[in-house]
């Protein structure tokens, strides 16, 4: 029975290759152990948000090799300060002298001398930072921030900082000059970069709402609202500008653009004009009641709020220890051999952990939240971290959300049931009941019950309408929102945008190799001087490091919001970015992106705290030493990355969610095993997307799988919603068409384009549908230009078309 291993079970090779290996790498940080030596974690204590808190959004604008810019910024603004007002500060002086301040730099910005020029951007960008050395406190930089960011908005900073914009972005110069230069650095790019904070520091301040703020704040902010997402500039939106520069920067035509500003100021814009899931929520029940449809069964933001984590898996180790010390409690209560042996040869998928039964006892509320799932064959987990009752109490009992039915399943489920009993079937009707028994009477009543009409169906079946009655069925009423004007802003190129977001984030992602022709994203990150001591080195690391990051999280954040709100606008304007995503590989390429150590990802400390804006311009800072840099912070986990993370899964989820062929290259792509590791980050959001993933595409994997992930599947069952007659956990009604990934995707794009091209090209509609002259004069009065050649050879066409071939007159009058 020892195995020579101290009384326990011997270490097979899975076992064994699952032992941490520092050589690989891999996340070794010490666990709590309990009682029976399994590693147990806390939750990580994560609010979900469209974003971070606004100091930590703030800071992220800023790499850490900008910091000496912050001086440079201030002495800009005290020059042009002096120069037009007297000694003194800027805090103290009344709102028309600050009024007429800011008009005086803003004059002053439409200077022809680029220098000049320069100079006051960086006064009006101190002014945006907060004026922070008149400031004592955090708190006081961003009060004043928000004062002279309203005030900066109020006088038309922005409609000028826009026009700059565009002439840097045309500067077909400083294009040429950075595609020459060997290595690209932050001085290539200080006039954009100065611009982009402006406009991204005043988006962001202004989309912060706040109720201390004045009356007339609250309408700027509605007004900027509006026309940030109206073709105000350049008869554009906002975002459609920032787009063709990220364009422009993967084409290679401007590698010096300062990529991460300009997609931070794109996500800002985006989650500013078009709103964030709160306001998604809220326009989702608004679209249902106008369409006629029952109101939502919950609320998904609060019932993903209130779910628990289920534990992580235990290390290898912990697991042989713990194995043994059952051995060893089995040997001193004298168990017979026979026992033993039974022990042993027990199914190893069933429940064998001696602690069930007391679990039982603790836990017989069946609430959700007590559930522990280990996520590889034969792991115990440890039990469930004990929790105060009065926090018990507050999460309900039974499964967290309620079943849906589609009326394509309850079609299905009658016409089984029909051809089965009685031999007929009726197409489409859901109605019709008569022979049928009174069970399967009961079964459609529960499933009606449950039926859910989404607005995409409705969207579907009006788009159908529109397609085979285009004459009769009118003109259709386009609501021109933020969201369809920045659709049909981005319709000519937005393929091109698609595929340039993914360029970026393959060359952001941590799992990406350093290739030739990958493109440079740290051309706002790298100085002049590449650093020259190790302390140097390891901050710019972290910079570098942190700069990527940041990178994720804003083209996660983009692409999600992007999705949703298409999805809601109509159901093809999503269809078509998604296909583009998928024709762009970024199936595969998420899926690469969660191929790593996910817990050293979201654990990693790649931050300088004491060099965060605006703390580094309050403070006195201490001397950076090697020690503090490799300590980093204090924090369980990295916001962003776990924020980018959870983007990630659920751009996947909506891009798969309903589609067959899609579902089957996750399956192609072995996308299970790198799923279940992602499930080791204990926290409840991203577990709940992951599992869904793992659901769509649990009948294809097999039943060994299955057999093998019980405990996944439980998990599964508790967490994820129900789709009455879905049979995914036993693969009975397993598929069995081959999936023609081809065909699929072109009868969509069939229906996108029909789509896009009725709605959007007006110039190219069908001359079938025309109207059509019937008045024989006019007709023949018309002046027809026939070609030369036709002329030349009238003879010979009269001779074979009119005179060669017999006409029965009498068949054509009839």
């Known amino acids: 029975m020892d195995g020579g291993n101290g009384g326990g079970l011997p270490v097979n090779n899975k076992q064994r290759a699952m032992l941490p290996n520092k050589s690989r790498g891999e996340f070794t940080r010490n666990p709590r152990k309990d009682s029976e030596g399994l590693s147990e974690s806390p939750d990580l204590e994560f609010d979900y948000a469209d974003t971070d808190k606004w100091a930590a959004e703030l800071s992220e604008l800023y790499s850490y090799t900008e910091g000496p810019e912050f001086a440079l910024n201030r002495k800009c603004f005290e020059e042009e300060f002096r120069t037009h007002v007297s000694d003194k500060k800027w805090t103290e002086l009344d709102a028309a002298q600050h009024r007429a301040h800011a008009m005086r730099l ?51 900073t922005f409609s000028a900082l826009v026009e700059l914009l565009n002439m840097e972005i045309d500067n077909s110069a400083a294009c040429s000059s950075a595609v020459r230069k060997p290595a690209i650095s932050l001085a290539d790019s200080t006039d954009l970069r100065v611009l982009l904070n402006i406009m991204y520091l005043m988006v962001e301040t202004i989309q912060q709402d706040d109720p201390a703020d004045r009356p007339e704040w609250k309408i700027i902010r509605e007004t900027f609202r509006t026309e940030l997402g109206s073709p105000l500039f350049n008869n554009e939106p906002i975002s459609v500008m920032l787009f063709g520069m990220v364009t422009k920067f993967c084409s290679g035509h401007a590698p010096h653009f300062p990529m991460k500003k300009v997609l931070l100021l794109l996500w800002k814009s985006i989650l500013f004009t078009l709103g964030g899931f709160e306001q998604l929520q809220s326009i989702k029940v608004r679209k249902r009641e106008e369409l006629g449809l029952p109101p939502l069964p919950e609320d998904s933001i609060r019932v993903i709020r209130s779910m628990r984590a289920a534990s992580p898996p235990a290390s290898a180790s912990d697991l042989i220890e713990q194995q043994q010390k059952r051995a060893r409690r089995e040997h001193k209560a004298l168990i017979k051999q026979d026992n033993l042996d039974a022990f042993n040869e027990k199914d190893p998928y069933k429940a064998d952990d001696s602690r069930e039964d007391e679990d039982d006892n603790d836990d017989n509320d069946n609430s959700i939240e007590a559930e522990t799932f280990p996520l590889e064959r034969d792991e115990v987990m440890p039990p469930p971290i004990p929790h105060p009752p009065s926090e018990r109490v507050s999460f309900p009992k039974g499964l967290p959300w309620a079943p849906k039915v589609r009326e394509k399943d309850i079609e299905n489920f009658l016409e089984s049931s029909r051809s089965k009993f009685i031999g007929y079937t009726l197409g489409s009707d859901t109605d019709t009941v008569v022979g049928l028994p009174r069970p399967i009477h009961e079964s459609i009543k529960t499933l009606k019950q449950h039926k859910y009409v989404s607005i995409a169906e409705i969207q579907i079946t009006k788009e159908e309408e529109f397609q085979k009655t285009p004459l009769s069925g009118g003109e259709e009423e386009v609501e021109m929102c933020a969201t369809e004007l920045l659709y049909q802003g981005i319709l000519p190129s937005l393929p091109q945008y698609m595929i340039a977001l993914l360029k970026i984030l393959l060359a952001a992602a941590p799992t990406s190799k350093a290739k030739t ?10 100085p002049e001087e590449m650093p020259t001591t190790v302390l140097q080195s390891m901050k710019l690391g972290v910079d570098v490091n942190r700069h990527k990051e940041i990178i994720v999280k804003a083209i996660s954040a ?36 969660f191929n790593q150590n996910i817990m050293s990802y979201i654990t990693a400390k790649n931050s300088i705290s004491v060099l965060d804006f605006p703390y580094c311009v309050v ?34 989820n909506k891009l798969t969610k309903w589609k067959h062929s899609r579902t089957m290259m996750l399956v192609v792509f072995k996308s299970a095993p790198i799923l279940k590791r992602a499930l080791k980050v204990k926290q409840a959001m991203m577990q709940l997307y992951v599992l869904k993933l793992l659901k769509v595409q649990t009948k294809y994997l097999g039943r060994q799988w299955r057999k093998s992930n019980m405990k996944t599947m439980s998990a599964i069952y508790q967490k994820v919603r129900h789709r009455l007659n879905d049979d995914w956990a036993y693969g009975n009604d397993l598929d069995a068409r081959p999936w023609d990934f081809q065909a699929e995707e072109c009868a969509l794009r069939t229906n996108i384009e029909r789509f896009n091209s009725r709605r959007y090209d007006k110039s190219h509609s069908n001359p079938d549908f025309l109207p059509v002259d019937n008045c024989l004069q006019s007709v023949l009065g018309q002046r027809v230009d026939l070609p030369e050649d036709f002329q030349m050879n009238y003879d010979l066409w009269l001779e074979r078309e009119v005179f060669s071939k017999p006409i029965s007159w009498e068949e054509l009058l009839q």
């Open 106 to 156: 803003l004059d002053s910005l439409e200077v022809i001398a680029r220098e000049k020029r320069l100079k006051v951007a960086r006064a009006i960008l101190y002014m945006a930072q907060g004026t922070f050395a008149e400031c004592s406190s955090e708190a006081e930089v961003q009060h004043w921030m928000r004062y002279n960011i309203f005030l900066l908005l109020d006088v038309g």
């Open 517 to 526: 022709d990958s493109i440079n994203i740290l051309a706002d990150v790298l």
């Open 558 to 593: 983009i692409l999600l919001l992007l999705l949703k709100h298409f999805k809601l606008n109509h159901i093809y304007q999503f269809e078509y970015m998604a296909q583009h995503l998928v024709f762009a590989n970024c199936i595969p390429l998420i899926l690469k992106f």
């Open 619 to 652: 403070h006195e800072l201490p001397e950076l030493t090697a020690e503090s840099l490799e300590a980093g912070d204090n924090n369980q986990f990295c916001w962003r990355n776990l924020f980018s993370c959870i983007n990630l899964l659920r751009i996947l």
